[in-house]
């Protein structure tokens, strides 16, 4: 049996993936294991608004060949979900009961998109924009020409919303208290940057909460539009699709149990270590405590 620690990885992301690079760069013994929720290979999702120029084949999406986690030894476990992770027993216990024993822990699971709870009932109605999967499915759902309505308008949906200008559809934001999230802007400075989203282009709808989505009969007048975002007090806003785009939520369920720190993210010193000595996080999970401010950031990963 190898004595070489294995350093387990949850999450095939950005953050999981360069972790795993680094630390074969620093051991080339070591045992790494990646273990992933989705079936694809380690793909740029920050990329995924060029579906909408012609890239619809997620293998161009990818950022390493097949050959890449073999030829350097790292065990990728696709279609694995975690479910618990057992702190005492250094064990990860994976949704289908298997466990898989860790020396080392980095949590890089990144997070989903956040829908306030006013708006739940309905998150059936609306799309993501987080996977191949979910960006596939809303590239088919929205018709040439089209408007997509964003809700709250974070910088991953406003960089969306420029590819889509750019490539002849319509767009309408909602803003919220989180848009340009990560970026925290002032009050006094929201006008400036929202004029700035009407000088591209785009629609903004001001003073207004959602409060619902609803389906919109073919036959109706709505015409060409599927989707009717209700305001508050009555008003609505039609499209072909709406997003949500108010931040992330990290994701996190599996390691209540684990006897870590948890806010907003899980809780980091500078060097990404949890309050458990085995366990690391890293990227939209965590917040990383900031000695020249004397708090965890608020904003995720940061």
């Known amino acids: 049996m190898s004595s070489a620690p294995h350093l387990v990885i949850i999450g095939n992301g950005v953050a999981g993936n360069r972790a795993a690079e680094i630390l074969r760069e620093k051991d080339k013994d070591c045992r ?11 793909y740029n999702r920050y990329e995924l608004p060029d579906v909408f120029k012609g890239r619809q084949d997620w293998r161009d999406y990818l950022e390493n060949p ?29 949704a289908h009961r298997e466990e898989v024993g860790f020396d080392q822990l ?16 309905t998150a059936s109605l609306t799309h993501q924009f987080t996977t191949y999967r979910s960006a596939m499915k809303m590239y088919k759902a929205l018709p040439k020409g089209g408007r997509v309505v964003m809700l709250g308008g974070d910088m991953i949906g406003l960089d969306l919303a420029r590819t889509l200008i750019e490539t002849g559809y319509h767009v309408t934001v909602v803003p919220g208290d989180r848009t340009f999230w990560p970026h925290e802007i002032s009050a006094e400075e929201r006008p400036k940057y929202l004029s700035a ?15 619902a989505v609803e389906p919109v009969n073919s036959s109706s007048k709505a015409g060409k539009y599927t989707r009717r975002l209700v305001f508050e007090k009555g008003k609505a806003e039609l499209a072909n699709v709406v ?19 948890i806010e907003r993210g899980l809780l980091v010193n500078p060097e990404l ?6 366990i690391w996080a890293a990227g939209d999970v965590c917040q990383i405590w900031s000695p020249e401010e004397n708090r965890y950031s608020f904003y995720y990963g940061w």
């Open 32 to 42: 790494i294991s990646i273990i992933s929720a989705g079936p694809l290979l380690f």
């Open 66 to 94: 097949p050959e890449y986690f073999s030829d350097n030894n790292i065990t990728l476990r696709r279609r694995s979900i975690v479910a618990d992770v057992d702190t005492e027993r250094r064990k990860l216990v994976l």
């Open 106 to 121: 980095l949590v890089a699971t990144g997070g989903a998109g956040y829908l306030p709870e006013r708006l739940q009932e």
């Open 197 to 211: 989203l009407e000088t591209m282009g785009i629609k903004v709808v001001f003073g207004r909460k959602p409060v």
């Open 243 to 261: 997003m949500p785009f108010y931040g992330l939520m990290p994701a996190l369920d599996f390691m209540i149990g684990a006897n870590v720190d």
């Open 273 to 278: 270590k949890t309050t458990n000595d085995r």
